[in-house]
């Protein structure tokens, strides 16, 4: 398997444009989550998915912000509009469905990260 | 309101030597803990997880410690090699928090030759 695979990998973009981040998670994995890494605040969970529906989005920092998930194989991470302070890396991730414990206890498989710049 | 805390940003070690990492939680539900590790342009890779009904769990070189009473664990590396240099981050879950992990800031690890 490919792992998580998110895209761009990179983007620079100016203030008040918007940005589209994608994911494509590990075919068979029930959780999709989004996160978000700055130095201050460490690894911040905006959201997360469970069977494509979005169960948590208490992290999703303001309204510019919108995460879907329209398949099993396909999630965004919209930001319009961009702000300087959104500059940070996003990292999308999936994990399994529960094996016996709980959801969180399943191991999270993190994809590549996307390094945004927000000028 | 950060409920894991990794007090210290960074760690220089001696290759050989012990490498210790301390996180701190402050929600007394959490009940399962991780140490994920991340390399440069790279995303998290999952290291260790303790249940709360241990104190300790053990996995090669890598050993992660809890104390529940001061809400404490540690992740103790033995010995230290320059391929563990790298962001250490602890993480925290309950069932009551459904599929969600509650991540610290991390800890840059050096070890140096």
């Known amino acids: 398997d490919a792992g998580v695979i998110q895209s761009p990998r990179h983007e620079v973009t100016e203030m008040g444009q918007e940005v589209t981040l994608r994911c494509k998670p590990i075919?068979?994995?029930?959780?999709l989550f989004w996160y978000r890494q700055t130095m201050m605040r460490g690894l911040e969970l905006l959201i997360y998915?469970?069977?494509?529906?979005?169960?948590?989005d208490s992290g999703m920092p303001e309204d510019r912000f919108s995460a879907k998930m329209p398949n099993a194989s396909f999630s965004t991470l919209k930001i319009q509009p961009s702000e300087p302070r959104d500059s940070a890396v996003y990292f999308c991730?999936?994990?399994?469905?529960?094996?016996?414990?709980?959801?969180?206890?399943?191991?999270?498989?993190f994809g590549p990260g996307t390094r945004l710049l927000v000028l | 309101d950060q409920q894991v805390k990794q007090n210290s940003p960074s760690l220089s070690v001696q290759e050989g030597r012990i490498s210790i990492l301390n996180c701190d939680y402050t929600?007394?539900?959490?009940?399962?803990f991780l140490w994920y590790k991340k390399y440069p342009a790279e995303g998290p890779t999952f290291l260790i997880s303790?249940?709360?009904?241990?104190d300790k769990n053990e996995d090669g070189r890598f050993t992660v410690f809890l104390n529940k009473s001061a809400k404490h664990l540690s992740l103790h590396i033995v010995p230290s090699q320059p391929g563990d240099s790298a962001v250490y981050f602890c993480?925290?879950?309950?069932?009551?928090?459904?599929?969600?992990?509650?991540f610290g800031q991390g800890t840059e690890l050096s070890v140096k030759p």
């Open positions: 929600n007394s539900m959490f009940d399962y």
């Open positions: 998915f469970n069977n494509n529906v979005p169960i948590d």
């Open positions: 075919s068979g994995h029930d959780y």
């Open positions: 993480a925290a879950s309950g069932n009551n928090q459904g599929g969600k992990l509650i």
């Open positions: 303790i249940s709360s009904i241990k």
């Open positions: 991730a999936s994990s399994l469905g529960s094996s016996g414990g709980y959801p969180s206890q399943e191991t999270q498989y």
